[in-house]
């Protein structure tokens, strides 16, 4: 079974920057809408950013123009270029795509939505 895997979170400070990547653990699949999300102690999961497969953006009113997201297609990766953080973007980040898996050669399933298991970003001084 394919899941998505993310990687990159951690401690910065206020002011700083941060990368994340996720990226399917298996080939074999095609993937169209990505997105991240994220979700703070006592609150309920946000999106922060999504990209279609091309190339379209969308950006929470919060972290416009200081977060960037992209995708290497031939890479199955999408990332968040985390710039400026504040103590607000604080919580644990989770990747959402939307995927169909190769049932033999040129033929895929339908497309299903896949969670990612999460990755922690404190801000903090």
């Known amino acids: 079974q394919v899941q998505l895997v993310e990687s990159g979170g951690g401690l910065v400070q206020p002011g700083g920057s941060l990368r994340l990547s996720c990226a399917p653990s298996?080939?074999?699949?095609?993937?169209?809408?990505m997105a991240w999300y994220r979700q703070a102690p006592g609150k309920q999961r946000e999106l922060v950013a999504e990209?279609?497969?091309?190339?379209?953006?969308t950006y929470a009113d919060s972290v416009k123009g200081r977060f960037t997201i992209s995708r290497d297609n031939a890479k199955l990766t999408v990332y968040l270029q985390m710039n400026s953080v504040e103590h607000g973007d604080t919580a644990a980040y989770y990747c959402?795509?939307?995927?169909?898996?190769?049932?033999?050669?040129?033929?895929?399933?339908?497309?299903?939505?896949?969670w990612g298991q999460g990755t922690q970003v404190t801000v903090s001084s």
């Open positions: 959402y795509a939307d995927m169909a898996q190769m049932l033999r050669p040129g033929i895929y399933g339908l497309s299903t939505g896949y």
């Open positions: 298996g080939s074999g699949v095609t993937i169209g809408t």
């Open positions: 990209i279609t497969s091309g190339g379209s953006t």
